[in-house]
């Protein structure tokens, strides 16, 4: 998985909690996205990140947030889950979008709100 | 924004024939169609991508073709094997992702 580890990898929680969610990268690529991915729903964007403290809203980012303050690091933070917040979180990485947008996943999050 | 349809959603073949999974795409301005496969509990991994400026590419059993005219795509894979099941992404744009192929092949 391309030196690209998530933490935890299955994590089962209440409605109304906070969750977090961690992306380690060992390859030093400056591009780092989260997306979610549900039946019928391929793979959606949630955040991106650029560089260190540079992030930008994806296609479903309503209740998400993120963090990024070390290049290795990318932190996926649910204020409040909800039940619709159960999903498959996948972290990705990208050396050089502008030469083409090849990205190497991580093992993914399974995550289920009560 | 970018919108990519993936066809079809399931594809059934039997060892040793041909699949063909298809991506249509609405960004003319996308320049780069990268496919992804993802086996069970794990995560896509890149198989084969093209960029814009070229028509075809081929590596061993995998191919993909692009027609920017009419804005497809399409991954071809010959001589299927078992161990070619998974479900297959086609990607346009920025991180727009086609809903999947689950390609299931029949030994």
């Known amino acids: 998985d391309a030196g690209i580890t998530q933490s935890p990898r299955h994590k089962v929680t209440e409605t109304g909690t906070p969750v977090t969610l961690r992306c380690h990268q060992t390859e030093n690529h400056r591009y780092m996205y989260w997306y979610r991915q549900d039946p019928g729903h391929g793979l959606r964007l949630i955040h991106y990140s650029y560089g260190v403290k540079d992030t930008d809203k994806g296609e479903v980012s309503d209740g998400y947030s993120v963090s990024r303050s070390k290049t290795e690091d990318f932190l996926l933070t649910l204020e409040s889950a909800t039940s619709s917040q159960t999903s498959v979180y996948f972290c990705?990485?990208?050396?050089?979008?502008?030469?083409?947008?090849?990205?190497?996943f991580g093992p993914g999050t399974r995550l289920l709100v009560l | 924004g970018e919108n990519v349809e993936q066809h079809p959603s399931t594809l059934s073949v039997q060892e040793g024939d041909s699949a063909v999974i298809k991506c249509t795409y609405s960004d003319s301005a996308s320049n780069y169609f990268p496919w992804y496969k993802q086996e069970l509990g794990k995560g896509p991994q890149l198989i084969i991508d093209i960029r814009s400026n070229v028509g075809e590419k081929k590596d061993q059993r995998i191919a993909v073709t692009l027609n920017k005219t009419a804005k497809h795509f399409s991954l071809h894979i010959t001589e299927t094997q078992p161990e070619d099941s998974a479900v297959y992404f086609c990607a346009a744009g920025k991180s727009t992702f086609g809903d999947g192929t689950t390609l299931t092949v029949k030994p």
């Open positions: 990705a990485i990208s050396e050089n979008p502008g030469r083409g947008e090849t990205q190497y």
